[in-house]
Nanobody
Framework: QVQLVESGGGLVQAGGSLRLSCAAS????????MGWFRQAPGNEREFVSR???????YYADSMKGRFTISRDSAKNTVYLQMNSLKPEDTAVYYC?????????????????WGQGTQVTVSS
């Protein structure tokens, strides 16, 4: 069993930065693919980024060049550095884990989820 706890959300002006953290419990964290998703009011949950156990990174097109995902297996933590934030980045951001390491961008393929952290970008 894996428990995920996100932190680092908040209110920021457009053009600003935030770093989200996701602390994971469980000894098998380092073997899982970790992902970030987000969901804005009235919208479906959308893929943001994922990182494999070997450190391979993948981003949704609208986040490339602005967001960076990383992981620290010694701390059982995955991060999402978000720069050049835009009002349309406003959403609840969720950390997720895929124990089967499917390399997927689909939320249905992630079997563990955090509670989410709110990110609000003002114009």
């Amino acid at each position: 069993q894996v428990q995920l706890v996100e932190s680092g959300g908040g209110l920021v002006q457009a053009g600003g930065s935030l770093r989200l953290s996701c602390a994971a419990s469980g000894r098998t964290f380092s073997s899982y693919t970790m992902g970030w998703f987000r969901q804005a009011p009235g919208n479906e949950r959308e893929f943001v980024s994922r990182i494999s156990r070997t450190g391979s990174r993948y981003y949704a097109d609208s986040m490339k060049g602005r967001f960076t995902i990383s992981r620290d297996s010694a701390k059982n933590t995955v991060y999402l550095q978000m720069n050049s934030l835009k009002p349309e980045d406003t959403a609840v951001y969720y950390c997720a884990a895929d124990s089967a390491r499917r390399g997927s961008s689909q939320s249905i393929d992630y079997n563990y989820w955090g509670q989410g952290t709110q990110v609000t970008v003002s114009s």
